[in-house]
């Protein structure tokens, strides 16, 4: 995935109030742009931080640029989570997952009974259902989500599981946009109920699988694989 503009650097001053941020730009303005994530954004978002921010082609939008990415340790971290599944859809074109092949059709944004899940692939005999999560927290060189208590996360493990025993496949992909770790695993000290309920899921036939995006102000692609513990040492 290529941007279709030149991002803009600032420096971040704030990220408050869950979907705003605060930025300074190289000129000194100030100026508050949407953060669209929903997570806790745990480690990216220091105040300080480098950061890369978009402008949105909708004029009429009240705060017209988008972060997009913040500076860590010397590398760029992807926090803008409405691309997160853009970037697993051309991964899953690219045959990054060859798993949950073959596949000849993707369905998104597929409601289940009791929630809505991000894609559902097809190939005429056999379907998949996918949930989609995006990673942005790395402790020690490990990759680890959530960054926050997740209710609805759990709530979609529950419902892959049941979409499992009903004979259909499913599969969780986390997508991890930042470098320098070598493989995820589940944030137990964060939301222990989510790890428990990670590895059991995958005990009883859910696929879990990540993949590390490349990150940069001109484009991100995700298309290495990572080794995923659903316990940790395991």
Same mark, same amino acid.
Do not use: W
């Given at each position: 995935m290529l941007f279709n503009q030149t991002?803009?650097? $600032?420096?971040?001053? *704030?990220? !408050?109030?869950?979907?705003?941020?605060?930025?300074?730009?190289?000129?000194?303005?100030?100026?508050?742009?949407h953060c669209p994530n929903t997570g806790s954004m745990l480690g990216c978002s220091a105040p300080g931080?480098?950061?890369?921010?978009?402008?949105? $082609?909708?004029?009429? *939008?009240? !705060?017209?640029?988008t972060l997009e990415m913040v500076e860590v340790d010397g590398g760029w971290v992807g926090v803008n989570t409405s691309r997160t599944n853009k970037l697993v859809r051309e991964a899953l074109e690219n045959g990054v997952f060859p798993e949950l092949e073959p596949f000849d059709e993707i369905r998104a944004e597929v409601k289940t009974g009791r929630s809505r899940l991000d894609f559902l692939l097809g190939n005429g005999r056999e379907?998949?259902?996918?949930?989609?999560?995006?990673?942005?927290?790395s402790q020690d060189g490990v990759a680890r989500f959530p960054d926050a208590v997740t209710a609805r996360g759990t709530k979609h493990l529950r419902e892959l599981l049941t979409l499992r025993e009903q004979g259909y496949r499913a599969a969780l992909i986390?997508?991890?946009?930042?470098?320098?770790?070598?493989?995820?695993?589940?944030?137990?000290?964060i939301d222990p109920l989510y790890a428990a309920t990670l590895a059991e899921v995958a005990d009883?036939?859910?696929m879990i699988l990540a993949c590390r995006a490349e990150v940069s102000p001109a484009g991100?692609?995700?298309?290495?694989?990572?080794?995923?513990l659903c316990r940790d040492g395991q």
């Open positions: 991002l803009q650097p $600032a420096i971040l001053l *704030r990220r !408050y109030q869950r979907f705003l941020a605060d930025v300074e730009l190289p000129n000194g303005e100030a100026l508050t742009v931080s480098p950061v890369m921010i978009s402008r949105a $082609a909708n004029p009429e *939008r009240k !705060y017209p640029h379907m998949t259902y996918l949930e989609v999560k995006n990673c942005t927290l986390f997508c991890v946009q930042l470098g320098n770790v070598s493989h995820f695993a589940p944030a137990a000290q009883k036939g859910v991100i692609v995700a298309d290495k694989r990572l080794p995923v």
